[in-house]
């Protein structure tokens, strides 16, 4: 396979979360095959394509196709992801990796043993606003950073009978499903957790068999704290998709749904209740617009990373131990949950200075400043 070639693709799933990919994919990729047990939903899926061939079993592709890009519930991911690394092809798994860490280890191995690539879908690890962020909290552009938060505020409900509304398919609640962007995120900026919690409930999103919201707190080796709050049972939204990092130089705030990354630093002096009543009326809040981009996935960009990968073979920046490493605190999180304890969460990360570095020039490439 050269630079020039587009890699053969087939997306694996035709469902509602791979029309989130329908026009991120070509010409980064050329997909060949557009795979569904609803052959309805794989020819409505191949109609976005020029050259796809709609097929209703995942084997077919094999024959097809270079890479697979997996959009299936998670307790298939395991299956047909040994499926295309053991034939020899490289895999975009959406994420999480797997259900299991005997899963997720079965994969990594398979993919090594193939010498194939294998990535996980963490979109937001590829978003420029995101990727701004986590530079600058990185970077020390704020100071010393001792806490990053994360709110996702959405309405999330599925048909009854639906797989997602099932614990076992998918893996657990919310917090497994979609909490897993959020710890992966918070691993990258912080390190390395020593200790957490995590806290979920079904009030509110009865249609779940596990948690519709969650609450995760997690302290790391260099004291900072992280915490994500995650719901899909918001009737009302004010934060949306937000992140807040608290440095000792100013707090930075990335609004996702509008597409803007904002340092707040204000200068107060005077006495502590002087301070407090500037801080509570806004009064001298200094305010910098740091990056303005149009919301939304940016799907293409994580893609344009998996073609980049699989072209050059380069290793992905989410691939499958990392991914691991962010789902075992999830586990972990959970076991001290049921436990009624604090998680001890040493040595399930890498240390800090083991992340890979983000590709700044990248994303410099793929941003357009308003």
């Known amino acids: 396979m050269t630079p020039e070639t587009a890699p053969k693709l087939a997306v694996i799933g035709c469902g509602g979360m791979s029309q989130n990919f329908a026009t991120a994919i070509e010409p980064t990729m050329k997909v060949v095959a557009t795979v569904d047990i609803d052959a309805d939903r794989a020819q409505a899926a191949a109609a976005c394509f020029e050259d796809a061939e709609p097929m209703t079993d995942w084997r077919e592709a094999l024959a097809v196709a270079d890479a697979g890009m997996l959009?299936?519930?998670?307790?298939?991911?395991?299956?047909?992801?040994?499926?295309?690394?053991?034939?020899?092809?490289?895999?975009?798994?959406?994420?999480?990796?797997?259900?299991t860490p005997a899963e997720c280890r079965e994969l990594i191995e398979a993919a090594q043993a193939n010498d194939v690539i294998l990535m996980?879908?963490?979109?937001?690890?590829?978003?420029?606003?995101?990727?701004?962020?986590?530079?600058?909290?990185?970077?020390?552009?704020?100071?010393?950073?001792?806490?990053?938060?994360?709110?996702?505020?959405?309405?999330?409900?599925?048909?009854?009978?639906?797989?997602?509304?099932?614990?076992?398919?998918?893996?657990?609640g919310q917090f497994f499903s979609h909490g897993c962007h959020?710890?992966?995120?918070?691993?990258?900026?912080?390190?390395?957790?020593?200790?957490?919690?995590?806290?979920?409930?079904?009030?509110g999103t009865p249609w779940m068999e596990g948690e519709g919201t969650s609450h995760v707190t997690m302290r790391f080796r260099n004291g900072a704290l992280?915490?994500?709050?995650?719901?899909?049972?918001?009737?009302?939204?004010?934060?949306?998709?937000?992140?807040?990092?608290?440095?000792?130089?100013g707090m930075l705030e990335a609004d996702l749904s509008t597409g803007r990354l904002i340092l707040h630093q204000d200068n107060y002096e005077g006495a502590p209740h002087e301070v407090g009543h500037r801080q509570m009326t806004g009064e001298g809040a200094q305010q910098r617009l740091l990056m303005e981009i149009e919301p939304g996935k940016h799907t293409a960009n994580e893609v344009s990373h998996?073609?980049?990968?699989?072209?050059?073979?380069?290793?992905?920046?989410?691939?499958?131990?990392?991914?691991?490493?962010?789902?075992?605190?999830?586990?972990?999180?959970?076991?001290?949950?049921?436990?009624?304890?604090?998680?001890?969460?040493?040595?399930?990360?890498?240390?800090?200075?083991?992340?890979?570095?983000?590709?700044?020039?990248?994303?410099?490439?793929?941003?357009?400043?308003?």
């Open 226 to 249: 992280g915490y994500h709050f995650g719901t899909w049972g918001a009737r009302g939204t004010r934060l949306r998709y937000a992140m807040h990092a608290h440095g000792t130089e």
């Open 120 to 172: 996980i879908g963490y979109v937001l690890r590829y978003h420029p606003l995101v990727r701004r962020f986590v530079d600058a909290v990185r970077s020390g552009e704020i100071g010393e950073v001792f806490s990053v938060s994360i709110w996702t505020e959405q309405y999330t409900r599925y048909p009854s009978g639906h797989w997602t509304c099932d614990q076992a398919r998918l893996g657990g």
């Open 306 to 370: 998996f073609r980049d990968c699989v072209v050059h073979g380069r290793q992905p920046l989410t691939d499958g131990a990392a991914s691991l490493q962010g789902l075992q605190v999830i586990w972990k999180l959970y076991e001290a949950e049921r436990a009624g304890v604090v998680a001890d969460l040493s040595g399930l990360s890498l240390p800090t200075h083991d992340l890979k570095p983000t590709v700044q020039s990248a994303n410099r490439a793929v941003t357009t400043n308003r």
């Open 182 to 203: 959020y710890v992966d995120l918070l691993l990258a900026m912080l390190g390395e957790p020593v200790e957490g919690s995590h806290l979920g409930t079904t009030i």
């Open 71 to 99: 959009v299936l519930p998670h307790h298939l991911h395991h299956e047909v992801g040994m499926g295309f690394l053991e034939a020899g092809k490289h895999v975009l798994m959406e994420k999480p990796l797997a259900n």
